[in-house]
């Protein structure tokens, strides 16, 4: 049980390209989304937290203009980097949980490379 | 201080052996820790979750938890090749913290 499905597994694109990331959660509700970013060898750095129906929160420095986040439903939550550039190549990874305390578990992530 | 800290090692013991990895955090409020496997390449994978203090096992892992020292360990026992991996500790202080991992090399 507890599986999160993401979509697609790798993208390789040109500068200025917006890029949309899918999470879905096949078999609970995920009352709470979050997307992460890890550079190589380096922990996980937690971008936004999104709950179904409302607003992304963003973490300090993340763009929101740039890093745009939708829950539209309890098992999707999408990430559009929008006007991708070099910079924001990294592993983004997505994670759901259905309730605050409980643990949150990971899709397989996408590997974005910008060139 | 950093809010969630572990060794990074590289853990280097042999297969059959028990690996003991550990991690302290800062936020006393912490309600819920975890432990995440993380193979070169690909996402995290949940191991291990502890709520209360004491001994928590499952299979070949335990998780303990000491609240008053803001401690938390992972232990393998007859740690195996494939165990070989980083492993993250994680505290839910309302958001998850998430240390730098330890390396964990089992070696045959």
């Known amino acids: 049980g507890a599986v999160v499905s993401q979509h697609p597994s790798w993208v390789i694109c040109k500068s200025g390209t917006s890029v949309k990331i899918e999470c879905r959660s096949l078999?609970?509700?995920?009352?709470?989304m979050f997307w992460y970013r890890q550079f190589p060898k380096q922990s996980l750095m937690l971008m936004a937290t999104?709950?179904?129906?409302?607003?992304?929160?963003?973490e300090q420095g993340v763009e929101k203009d740039k890093f745009l986040i939708n829950h539209a439903s309890l098992t999707l939550s999408t990430l559009t980097v929008t006007s991708a550039h070099p910079e924001d190549s990294s592993f983004y990874i997505c994670s759901a949980t259905w309730e605050p305390n409980q643990p949150q578990h990971f899709g397989d992530g996408t590997r974005l490379s910008i060139l | 201080q950093k809010e969630v800290e572990q060794n990074s090692g590289p853990l280097s013991v042999p297969e059959g052996a028990i690996a003991s990895l550990n991690c302290t955090y800062s936020d006393r409020g912490s309600q819920s820790f975890f432990w995440y496997r993380q193979y070169s390449g690909k996402s995290p994978e949940l191991i291990m979750f502890i709520y209360s203090n004491g001994d928590k096992e499952d299979g070949r892992f335990t998780a303990q938890l000491n609240k008053a020292s803001q401690y938390v360990s992972l232990l393998i026992r007859d740690s195996q090749p494939s165990d070989s991996a980083t492993y993250l500790c994680a505290v839910n202080t309302g958001k998850l913290i998430f240390g730098q991992g330890t390396t964990l090399q089992v070696k045959p």
């Open positions: 999104s709950n179904e129906g409302s607003k992304a929160t963003y």
């Open positions: 078999d609970f509700q995920a009352t709470t």
